[in-house]
């Protein structure tokens, strides 16, 4: 079965800090990734995604994230986060028979 | 936005009754999904379909059924609501992954159970 582990579980930032938060997923096969975003009281967006070729991808709002095949990660990256990134993120695979399986989200929250 | 809606976007219950949650699309998506969201939880899948009248179990079926008659209607059936039943349920769509494209959400049915 898939799964995806997501190491933070709640990440506290000054603004114009780095991020990059953690994901790991297990399958075998070919996997589509996912990062999607969470404003309080919103659904979920998409942040980015990989389905093949560069293992380097870039999204929305200076969002980027790298595919290590060897290491079953896709972390999520951005060199300078603002308050605005205040939100929930979830790591997500797309694996065996369509499954959409996440990771349980990692908190983040930006001070001023 | 992705035409996903889901209904009723609110609702409170007795224990003990069943309530029925729709997502209806108008992608013409093959895959469709429902999960639900809880606290240090993430999301979890709760069914699926892929395909009309073709369903599958996710990791958390235990209580809950669906059905789906036609491509763009996928049905969440609580059959007898209970207080862990809770939640926040989204409806989700997807095109097989040999399509490239990404899962799009609906906006959520917030559910209590009482």
């Known amino acids: 079965a898939q799964s995806v582990s997501q190491h933070n579980h709640h990440v506290i930032l000054s603004e114009a800090a780095s991020l990059e938060l953690g994901c790991n997923y297990s399958?075998?096969?070919?996997?589509?990734l996912f990062w999607y975003v969470q404003y309080p009281g919103q659904h979920l967006q998409l942040l980015l995604k990989y389905f093949s070729g560069d293992p380097l991808v870039k999204g929305i709002k200076g969002f980027e994230a790298e595919f290590i095949k060897s290491k079953f990660s896709f972390n999520l990256r951005k060199p300078s986060v603002q308050w605005s990134d205040t939100a929930e993120y979830f790591c997500a695979v797309r694996g065996g028979y369509q499954k959409v399986t996440f990771g349980t989200g990692t908190k983040l929250q930006v001070i001023p | 936005d992705a035409g996903i809606t889901q209904s009723p976007r609110h609702k409170v219950t007795e224990t003990g009754t069943p309530v029925t949650l729709r997502c209806h699309q108008t992608?013409?998506?093959?895959?469709m999904y429902w999960y639900r969201q809880d606290p240090g939880h993430g999301l979890r899948l709760i069914h699926y379909?892929?395909?009309?009248?073709?369903?599958d179990k996710g990791e958390v079926s235990d209580g809950y059924s669906v059905s789906r008659s036609k491509t763009e209607d996928f049905l969440l059936t609580l059959e007898s609501a209970t207080s862990s039943q809770t939640s926040v349920y989204f409806c989700?769509?997807?095109?097989?992954?040999?399509?490239?494209?990404?899962?799009?959400f609906g906006q959520g049915t917030r559910l209590t159970v009482v």
């Open positions: 989700a769509i997807s095109e097989s992954k040999d399509r490239n494209t990404e899962a799009f």
């Open positions: 399958y075998g096969g070919t996997v589509n």
């Open positions: 379909s892929y395909g009309v009248k073709d369903t």
């Open positions: 992608e013409n998506h093959r895959y």
